[in-house]
């Protein structure tokens, strides 16, 4: 069983749809990434929460402690969100160990 | 503007070669790491570095050698003892040891062995 599961593994919308991304861990963590990976290969931080809820834009980030959960929420979604999306948390003090992502396609 | 930059994006190397990715980043930050990235699979952590002159072995470090002489470099070099080295590398780093608190990523290099 991976420490850091994420679900769907792959995810088609229309435009406009309202779009959720789930992870689930195992090991503790003091925060949790959401990162983003496009087409090309470079990978972007998105959010980094410890607690709570955070919004960036049309992007929302929760979290779960106790029950060791995240989501990752677009909403109106658009074809230039197409992307894969990860999930990491921190193990041990040096190191994250990442989820296996989530590829979401966007179409017009 | 600050950032990292891996060079180059494709490499085709032939089997039995050493090849050695770069990692610059202009960040001054502490820590730099490597991961390797295949095809359903999570980033594995393959090297990583807190601070100059000084690395540890990630999960993944057989076949593969890294050195940090600067703080602004982190070369992972890939030796002909790594059995599967086709795949996708990507170097970050953040701005002190420990657990990434806000990890920076590079564009990565997409290695392919033939």
């Known amino acids: 069983k991976n420490e850091v599961e994420q679900s769907p593994q792959n995810l088609t919308a229309q435009e406009g749809e309202f779009i959720t991304i789930n992870c689930s861990y195992s090991?503790?963590?003091?925060?949790l990434h959401w990162l983003q990976q496009h087409p090309g290969g470079g990978i972007v931080s998105l959010f980094m929460?410890?607690?709570g809820k955070k919004k960036h834009g049309r992007l929302i980030a929760t979290i779960n402690i106790q029950e060791k959960h995240s989501s990752l929420h677009i909403t109106a979604s658009h074809p230039r969100d197409s992307a894969v999306y990860i999930c990491?948390?921190?193990?041990?003090?040096?190191?994250?160990?990442f989820g296996t992502g989530t590829r979401l396609q966007v179409f017009p | 503007d600050g950032g990292i930059t891996q060079s180059p994006k494709y490499l085709f190397r032939k089997e039995g070669q050493n090849v050695t990715l770069s990692c610059e980043q202009n960040?001054?930050?502490?820590?730099m790491y490597w991961y390797r990235q295949d095809p359903g699979q999570g980033l594995r952590l393959i090297y990583y570095?807190?601070?100059?002159?000084?690395?540890q072995k990630g999960d993944i470090a057989e076949g593969y050698s890294v050195s940090r002489e600067k703080k602004e470099s982190f070369p992972l070099t890939v030796t002909s003892a790594q059995k599967n080295p086709t795949a996708f590398y990507l170097c970050?780093?953040?701005?002190?040891?420990?657990?990434?608190?806000?990890?920076?990523f590079g564009q990565g290099t997409r290695l392919t062995v033939v």
């Open positions: 090991v503790g963590i003091s925060a």
């Open positions: 990491a948390v921190p193990f041990n003090t040096d190191k994250l160990i």
């Open positions: 970050a780093s953040s701005p002190r040891g420990g657990p990434p608190p806000e990890a920076f």
């Open positions: 570095s807190q601070i100059v002159n000084d690395f």
């Open positions: 960040l001054n930050h502490d820590a």
């Open positions: 929460l410890s607690s």
